[in-house]
């Protein structure tokens, strides 16, 4: 994840939010909550960003850190929660700091991409990079970004059921604004939009989902021409791009990061970092949104105060029962390392209450949630943490939850 600009808005709330106080009335929601595994050496790599979770229930990630050249790398973890890499970068024109989770395509091959590395000399430390690895570790190179066809793609592929994959890129393209691009089964790569900086907004930096209408939907973390604060946009089958939405900064929310998720009705459901209640400081904590078949944007939940999380930064999940669940990366319990908290587990039921599931110690149990949620069948919730755990190096944790 990116956190330039918005980082600087946080260092904002800590310094202006110190003293800040639990709010009271915040139910605590029920749930079980693990550590399944502990990142504590290079060889397991460390700072976990992005998960898988496979038919057998083995989960599949990335590292952004450790390795034997501390450029990140890819893992299994067994249904039985056993460590196994699968896959070191250790050459930059292998690709390098791969933030995104991966994605399995029919033909059994696990898909991602590096932000950085690649073979192009057009960016300082590579323009990043698109690859293969299958379930025994041998990884392929499929596509070195150049910049002139975008750089930096931070988000998670996606695949359509004819096996053409989509993507974004950050930064690069025509405009310097970021891509959309395809990559055909025959392995072609197609830049199939531009983002300037004066309009559509800019710097995609989440994966793209496809709309109950069959056109893809995606975020811009920063806005078009007249608006700062991110937009959503939608693509149709010509490849043509619109905005739907444009975050203002206000109640609204700004800064959507996360991936948008499909819901049963045809809404999508995403978050923004920043924004909503104007009573948690002046930029607000952020916000969960609903975008209805119609394209209307609805704020389903703007976080309050520090006991209820800021910055929601992780992706939604829904089990069976149309419950939501999330991660903000701070909130919760303060302390001497951080006076706004380690981050929580939230959950949005059916009619729309909100209660924190579980609150982070800053320990051992980990803290700052801010890499992607998946859910089984079950409801169980798998994520990671970026750092905490035994080694403070990151863990992978599970969550179950009742009464959904």
Not at 138 to 150: A, I, K, Y
Not at 194 to 203: I, L, P, V
Not at 251 to 277: M, V
Not at 371 to 383: E, F, K, T, W
Request: with cysteine; hydrophobic share 30%.
């Amino acid at each position: 994840m990116n956190k330039n600009i918005v980082a600087g808005f946080l260092l904002l709330f800590l310094l202006t939010n110190v003293n800040a106080k639990p709010s009271d009335g915040k139910q605590q929601g029920q749930s079980n909550y693990q550590v399944i595994f502990n990142f504590v050496s290079d060889s397991t790599g460390a700072r976990p960003m992005g998960l898988f979770l496979d038919s057998d229930n083995s989960l599949y990630g990335t590292t952004i850190a450790g390795g034997s050249q501390s450029q990140g790398i890819v893992y299994k973890l067994d249904a039985n929660h056993q460590f196994k890499q699968l896959h070191d970068f250790v050459n930059p024109e292998d690709g390098a700091f791969p933030n995104s989770a991966l994605i399995l395509n029919a033909d059994g091959y696990l898909y991602g991409t590096t932000v950085f590395g690649g073979s192009s000399a057009k960016c300082d430390f590579g323009c990043g990079t698109i690859y293969k690895i299958d379930k025994n570790g041998n990884e392929q190179v499929l596509h070195s970004f150049d910049n002139s066809d975008g750089s930096a793609p931070y988000a998670k592929l996606t695949i359509d059921k004819n096996g053409m994959i989509y993507g974004v890129t950050s930064g690069g393209g025509n405009y310097g604004g970021g891509t959309i691009f395809q990559i055909t089964p025959q392995l072609q790569l197609n830049t199939l939009f531009s983002f300037t900086k004066n309009d559509m907004g800019y710097s995609p930096q989440s994966a793209l989902v496809l709309g109950a209408d069959g056109e893809y939907y995606g975020t811009t973390l920063y806005g078009d021409g007249g608006n700062y604060y991110g937009s959503i946009f939608k693509m149709d089958q010509n490849n043509n791009v619109s905005v739907v939405h444009s975050f203002t900064g206000s109640e609204d929310g700004s800064f959507p990061n996360s991936e948008p998720i499909l819901a049963k009705d045809g809404s999508l459901y995403g978050t923004t970092n920043l924004g909503g209640d104007a009573k948690c400081n002046s930029i607000g904590c952020g916000t969960v949104y609903k975008l209805t078949p119609s394209g209307q944007k609805i704020t389903v939940y703007a976080f309050q105060d520090r006991s209820s999380g800021i910055d929601p930064s992780s992706n939604l999940v829904m089990d069976s029962a149309g419950n939501l669940y999330g991660a903000t990366n701070l909130g919760g319990k303060d302390s001497f390392k951080t006076p706004n908290g380690f981050g929580v587990i939230y959950k949005i039921d059916v009619n729309g209450n909100y209660s924190v599931i579980h609150e982070f110690q800053g320990g051992n149990d980990g803290y700052d949630p801010e890499g992607n949620l998946v859910i089984d069948s079950a409801g169980n919730i798998y994520g990671t943490t970026f750092a905490g755990g035994t080694e403070d190096l990151g863990t992978v944790f599970e969550i179950t939850t009742t009464g959904k």
